[in-house]
């Protein structure tokens, strides 16, 4: 592996807030190690296209507060054939860059890895998904920011369930993973939280809802995570719920992608400005095919592998929590 001098970055798969902080941590960092920087616009599909831009600190000025991603994203089919990523390569050698930080999920670190292995490119990751779902860290880019906009979104959605004494299905975003479901229903007092990882089942959902109305509760909140596996859909879920407990009016509200948006957390923000100088460093220092992450509030890396194969777990603390609380 040859000194590196250039580096390129770009973001990949799903955008969360703070990929753009990101963006900019790794521009600076080249900056005060006198390296240059390179953004690629659209993910792998740019980096087959030789989408550059030439980056450095005054042109990414005030993109720190800003949400999504100034470099854009894209899904390359392309890009999983050996054509597809032979041009890279070829795209990356043509522009001299030496190094390249990828920002993004399990997706675009699948890509990675395989491109890593067929022309030792030197890559390092950085965890941006609002899912958290990466393993490797306690936090990927973005999930603070989009359990604040999942709050508050139930907060308001409360007072209309109170005013109206309906029982609202909450869908918030998880289709493989319940940790947005977990800690924003723990956060907003959801009466019951319906997550991939735990199936209640519907009797127990029944029997949770019984007892809530007997408790003198007029309205209910139930976060439900998009890969809850109790019910087809939210939809389904909440028509049986109705069939069966005929005294609830049931409403649905599917957050969707507002969850994504928005202006990136205090938390988001410094913690993608902590991630994009450790992954600016480590190509600096030769190292590859690893992911830059949060572990006990330090910034350590992993293998991709690693953060691809392995699994974060579910708090079980929490889910003792929630029971708790919904009494």
Known sequence: MREVRKIAVMTSGGDS?????????VVRSCAYYGKECVGVYRGYQGLIEGDFISLNARNIKNIINKGGTILKSARSKEFRTEEGRKKAFDQLAADDIDGLVVIGGDGSFTGAVVFNEEYNFPIVGIPGTIDNDIYGTSHTIGYDTALNTAVEAIDKIRDTASSHNRLFFVEVMGRDAGFIALNAGVGAGAEEILIPELNLGLD??????KKSRDAGKSSSIVVVAEGDKIGKNVFEL??????????????????GHMQRGGSPSCFDRVLASRLGVKAVE??????????VGLINNEVGSTSLEKAIKGQNIINKELLKVSDIMST
């Open 204 to 209: 127990r959902l029944l029997e949770s809802l």
């Open 17 to 25: 807030p703070g990929m753009n902080a990101a963006i900019r941590s």
């Open 282 to 291: 480590l190509l600096i220092e030769r190292q590859t095919n690893l992911m």
């Open 238 to 255: 909440a028509d049986y719920v109705e069939e069966n407990l005929p005294e609830y009016e049931v409403r649905v509200s599917v957050l």
